[in-house]
Structure formats: structure tokens, C-alpha cells
């Protein structure tokens, strides 16, 4: 094949964040009761301090009247703990696998987007919505970092958002390799998960630099 004459175009850097809190939406993304199931995800779920982490970003963004999206996962695989068809894992009466996980739940003004994909951007709203919120800055955090908050950062910096995805603030859980010599640990998985969409797609950030730049 003769490449003669092709032309390859690499992705620029994203567009430098404001972190203007008014103009910057907080997307929460699949804080969910189905990732409580014990042993559906692998059960290794690694950074036990993201609750804390997106809470702390949640109640700031509360106190402030800040632009805050949950974005939930309903899921079409069968049997996905993430099935809205599904009862709680923890024996919880009363929720679904869906429901957001204690303290996450939407208040008031703030805005629910249902997806069914990886990516927070396809078959919804999210575009629609941003525009009328006039936001062009997002903050992501959630689950996980590796599927849906990644793929979400991805098209977020295609689309020409500007991006932060914060480090501290997504987790996930260990992979089988691709060839099947052996499981990769739920810290490298995020590891590479963010180092590849880092400066490209999007600034990943830990929360306590971010909560000094945020006004």
C-alpha cells in the first residue's frame, strides 16, 4: 500500500480549564448501587477514599449553586448489576441497582442524564443541556476510570470541552490481560487509564489542587 502523500493529524491539547465554578459543571458519572455487587466487578475495587473525594466536590458545588449533572448507567447487558431490572446487591429494600449510592442521590435543580453506553454524550442530552447551562469547562469523577469516565473525557475533549478529570475522584477495578497472562491491579489499571487521556484529552488533577484552583 502507497502512503505517499498522507497526512496524519495527532490530537491537539485540550483547552485550558477556567475553573470557574459557574461556568464549570461538576459531571458525576455512574455513582451507582450496582457497583456494590461482591463479586460481578471482581470485588478489588481499588481507592476506597472516592466517596469522600466526589462527596467533598458535591457539597462544594452544593454550597456554591454550582452547575451539578449525575449522569446514571442503565445497562441493556443481561444481568449487568447495572440492569434497572435488577434489586439492590446490599439487600436494601425498596432501591435498584441503579439508584445512586447513598449521599449521591439528584437534588432539587440538579440534572439527571440516563445513558446506556460508555460515553456520558451518546444517546443523550449532555450536549443540549451544557449549552443551555452555557458550560464549556467540565470536572468528571465517578466510575469507572478506565470505561465510562474515560470515554467520557475522551469525547468531551473531541467535542472541544475543556476537560478535568480528577485523580483522586474515579476508581476502578482490576482487568484480566488482554492475552490472559494474569490480572492487572485495579492502581495500574487507573494508572494508565488516565495517563493515556492526560494533556490530550483532557488535565487530570488530584482534588486538593483542584479545591485551590476552583473559585
Not at 451539578?68 to 448507567?73: A, K, R
Not at 460508555?118 to 452555557?134: D, E, H, K, P, R
Not at 490480572?183 to 484529552?201: C, G, P, R, Y
Amino acid at each position: 500500500m502507497d502512503y505517499t502523500g498522507s497526512s496524519f493529524e495527532y490530537a491537539s491539547t485540550p483547552p485550558s480549564p477556567t475553573y470557574e465554578g459557574k461556568s464549570t459543571a461538576l459531571v458525576i458519572i455512574d455513582m451507582q448501587r450496582g457497583f456494590l455487587h461482591p463479586t460481578y466487578w471482581g470485588g478489588k475495587r481499588n481507592n476506597p477514599h472516592l466517596e469522600e473525594v466526589c462527596l467533598r466536590l458535591l457539597n462544594k458545588y452544593r454550597d456554591q449553586k454550582w452547575p451539578i449533572i449525575h449522569v446514571h448507567h442503565h445497562s441493556n447487558t443481561p444481568g449487568s448489576p447495572l440492569s434497572p431490572d435488577l434489586p439492590d446487591p446490599s439487600g436494601h429494600t425498596g432501591y435498584s441497582e441503579v439508584d445512586a449510592l447513598e449521599g449521591f442521590e439528584p437534588r432539587g435543580s440538579e440534572i439527571k442524564v440516563i445513558k446506556t453506553v460508555n460515553s456520558s454524550f451518546i444517546g443523550t442530552n449532555l450536549t443540549g443541556i451544557l449549552a443551555q447551562m452555557a458550560v464549556k469547562d467540565l470536572l468528571l469523577v465517578g466510575l469507572t476510570a478506565n470505561h465510562c469516565v474515560n470515554t467520557t473525557a475522551r469525547m468531551a475533549g473531541n467535542l472541544g470541552y475543556s476537560a478535568v478529570v480528577v485523580g483522586d475522584g474515579v476508581a476502578c477495578f482490576p482487568r484480566l490481560a488482554w492475552d490472559g497472562k494474569g490480572e492487572i491491579d485495579a492502581d495500574t489499571v487507573q494508572h494508565i487509564a488516565l495517563s493515556t487521556i492526560h494533556n490530550e484529552f483532557c488535565t487530570v488533577m488530584g482534588s486538593e489542587e483542584l479545591m485551590k484552583l476552583l473559585h
